[in-house]
């Protein structure tokens, strides 16, 4: 949360720089004049939702926590005249966390059997957001506090996610109990479980605000949620995004 704090407060300083009129030079010479290129970058807070899929167990508990991320891209935007945009992207996104399940099993009165589960993490995304966007102009003031080119935005869309890598390491503690017998297994990693950890795509929707100056930097912030687990479907669990991605970004001139 420092973090992002950290980088709201940095991109909110950027608002007292001066700049210069925008000028169709470097890349965007080469495209026309509605339509921009530029880049983003983000810190990422993770607040997931982390539920179990029917085991057949007794009693199972889950839970999870995820470090803070970043991610980073290029974006495309193409302006129409009624204030009306549409804006797509290509954002990369790391993260890493943990999980946490619990199951316990009772196939006799006198038999329970405990399978503590914990899982590490980490992976990198490939997301490409589709966004309708409603832009509002600022108008030049007297004193000069806008100038021309300015502009808030509002954007709202969905969002198609790759995974072109992840990993996972498990280990486990089984407890068994049969009687006034007791017996546990523990394991810091179990060999043949370092597999890939996310779904080859997954979806969900998006929505934000940016502040973009007239010189092309902007501010960022938007708030992203899983339609699809994050986590494969075979470990038993889903893991459902709920992301807050607060950056800067420019726009190419």
Known sequence: MK???????????????????RNRVGLNKYIPINMHLGMKFSANQYFSTFKLEPSGASSATI?????????????????WDN????????????????????????????ITVT??????????TAEIPI????????????????KAGSAISVFLGPRIVFGPYSKRSVGRNIFTQ???????????????????FTPIASLGVSAGVDYELHSGLLVHASFYRG???????????????????????????
């Not at 009306?84 to 999980?99: C, D, I, P, S």
């Not at 006034?180 to 370092?194: K, M």
């Not at 994050?230 to 807050?244: E, Q, T, V, W």
């Open 178 to 196: 049969i009687y006034d017998q007791e017996s546990r297994l523990v394991e810091t990693e179990i060999e043949g479980l370092n597999t890939r």
């Open 3 to 21: 973090l992002i704090l950290t980088v709201a407060v940095i991109c909110l300083s950027l608002t007292s720089f001066g700049q210069e009129r």
């Open 227 to 253: 339609l699809t687990s994050h986590s494969k479907k075979a470990y038993g669990y889903k893991i459902l995004d709920n992301r807050l991605e607060v950056g800067i970004g420019i726009r190419f001139k």
């Open 131 to 146: 966004y309708l966007k409603y832009r509002w102009e600022l108008t030049p003031t007297r004193k000069g506090h806008w």
């Open 83 to 110: 204030g009306l945009a549409f804006q797509t992207e290509l954002n990369f996104h790391f993260r890493n966390g943990k999980v946490r399940t619990s199951h316990m099993f009772t196939p006799d009165t006198m």
């Open 115 to 124: 399978k503590d589960y914990l899982t590490n993490f980490n992976s990198v």
């Open 63 to 79: 839970s999870g926590s995820e470090s803070i991320g970043g991610g980073g891209g290029f974006f495309l935007r193409y302006d």
